[in-house]
């Protein structure tokens, strides 16, 4: 009984940190004064190929799917799974209510506003990631690369394997640069992200619904 409240309680966080990652997400591409590392590069890997955010999003989740699993040295048939049923609805999500936020107006804010707004926002992002790493149950296969590498690699550092996971789309940033001349959702949001998310994700763990404990599987 006592196992089947926890898994209750993990899914219903779990469903909270869906949404809040999928809404801070797209909140920071609105205020169009950067992203996080990973949405960012998403953005311009999209730009890049001419394929819609929520498709560019899916497929490059399946990538990092695959590396996950050889970080991980086995098939790890749940973790795949899970991975996959993460970035269906999330990728998609970050799509659609980016148009919700774009309709408000949260472009047009005056310049303070968007800098309080995108910071707001990867809050919300550090926040999310924070709590679906402790339930999990499923992960976006990029936090479950930072996620592996934080318990199987780094003895348990968020900062450092936050700092780790981030050779994947800083390579893509500078590609689709290298490619295109352009760069989309980079700027302030970015560097912030860069310093601050593994610091507020460790806070977070400790501070954001703590009684949610982290279940470790690698």
């Given at each position: 009984?006592?196992?089947?409240?926890?898994?209750?309680?993990?899914?219903?966080?779990?469903?909270?940190?869906?949404?809040?990652?999928?809404?801070?997400?797209?909140?920071?591409?609105?205020?169009?004064?950067?992203?996080?590392?990973?949405?960012?590069?998403?953005?311009?890997?999209?730009?890049?190929?001419?394929?819609?955010?929520?498709?560019?999003?899916?497929?490059?989740?399946?990538?990092?799917?695959?590396?996950?699993?050889?970080?991980?040295?086995?098939?790890?048939?749940?973790?795949?799974?899970?991975?996959?049923?993460?970035?269906?609805?999330?990728?998609?999500?970050?799509?659609?209510?980016?148009?919700?936020?774009?309709?408000?107006?949260?472009?047009?804010?005056?310049?303070?506003?968007?800098?309080?707004?995108?910071?707001?926002?990867?809050?919300?992002?550090?926040?999310?990631?924070?709590?679906?790493?402790?339930?999990?149950?499923?992960?976006?296969?990029?936090?479950?690369?930072?996620?592996?590498?934080?318990?199987?690699?780094?003895?348990g550092s968020a900062i450092i394997a936050q700092w780790a996971s981030y050779a994947p789309p800083l390579l893509i940033i500078i590609l689709s640069?290298?490619?295109?001349?352009?760069?989309?959702?980079?700027?302030?949001?970015?560097?912030?992200?860069?310093?601050?998310?593994?610091?507020?994700?460790?806070?977070?763990?400790?501070?954001?619904?703590?009684?949610?404990?982290?279940?470790?599987?690698?």
């Amino acid at each position: 009984m006592a196992k089947m409240k926890d898994f209750g309680q993990r899914m219903r966080f779990l469903g909270f940190s869906i949404v809040l990652n999928s809404a801070a997400n797209a909140l920071t591409i609105s205020t169009n004064l950067g992203s996080a590392v990973w949405t960012g590069s998403s953005v311009n890997l999209a730009n890049w190929i001419n394929v819609p955010l929520g498709t560019t999003l899916f497929m490059y989740g399946i990538v990092i799917t695959l590396l996950n699993q050889l970080l991980l040295g086995q098939f790890d048939r749940r973790r795949f799974i899970s991975n996959l049923l993460y970035i269906i609805p999330f990728s998609y999500l970050v799509e659609w209510i980016g148009y919700f936020w774009n309709w408000i107006g949260v472009g047009r804010l005056p310049l303070t506003g968007r800098v309080i707004v995108d910071i707001i926002g990867l809050f919300g992002v550090a926040f999310a990631v924070s709590i679906y790493n402790r339930c999990n149950i499923i992960m976006h296969p990029n936090d479950d690369l930072a996620y592996i590498l934080r318990f199987k690699y780094l003895r348990g550092s968020a900062i450092i394997a936050q700092w780790a996971s981030y050779a994947p789309p800083l390579l893509i940033i500078i590609l689709s640069y290298v490619f295109t001349g352009e760069l989309h959702a980079i700027g302030f949001g970015t560097v912030w992200a860069l310093v601050t998310q593994g610091i507020v994700m460790g806070w977070a763990d400790y501070h954001v619904f703590p009684q949610l404990k982290h279940h470790v599987d690698v």
